[in-house]
């Protein structure tokens, strides 16, 4: 069984920063990639930023330059920088972990941007 743990979430102004942490744990094996998804209310789920195990990373457009994903050594915890937020980056954000077989999920945690 894969634990996902999110922290880091909270309520920032519009322009400030967050960092948000992913730790993994439990029976990890064949991991893929870890990355981050979120959801506003009324809203689809959408990706947002990923970290394959060779450490190419991937973000969606509207996070670039200002979102940064990065991984602690051992690799089962991941970090989401996120600078420069702006009110539509409000949202649950969730953690993944991608195996060959599955696709596990943490449980989110709140970032809301407003003033």
């Known amino acids: 069984q894969v634990n996902l743990v999110e922290s880091g979430g909270g309520l920032v102004q519009p322009g400030g920063s967050l960092r948000l942490t992913c730790a993994a744990s439990?029976?990890?094996?064949?991991?893929?990639?870890m990355g981050w998804y979120r959801q506003a209310p009324g809203q689809e789920r959408e990706f947002v930023a990923t970290?394959?195990?060779?450490?190419?990373?991937s973000y969606i457009d509207s996070v670039k330059g200002r979102f940064s994903i990065a991984t602690e050594n051992d690799k089962n915890t991941i970090y989401l920088q996120m600078n420069s937020l702006k009110p539509d980056d409000t949202a649950v954000y969730y953690c993944?972990?991608?195996?060959?077989?599955?696709?596990?999920w943490g449980q989110g945690t709140q970032v809301t941007v407003s003033s």
């Open positions: 970290i394959i195990s060779g450490g190419t990373t």
């Open positions: 993944y972990l991608q195996t060959f077989a599955y696709r596990h």
């Open positions: 439990g029976s990890i094996s064949s991991r893929v990639s």
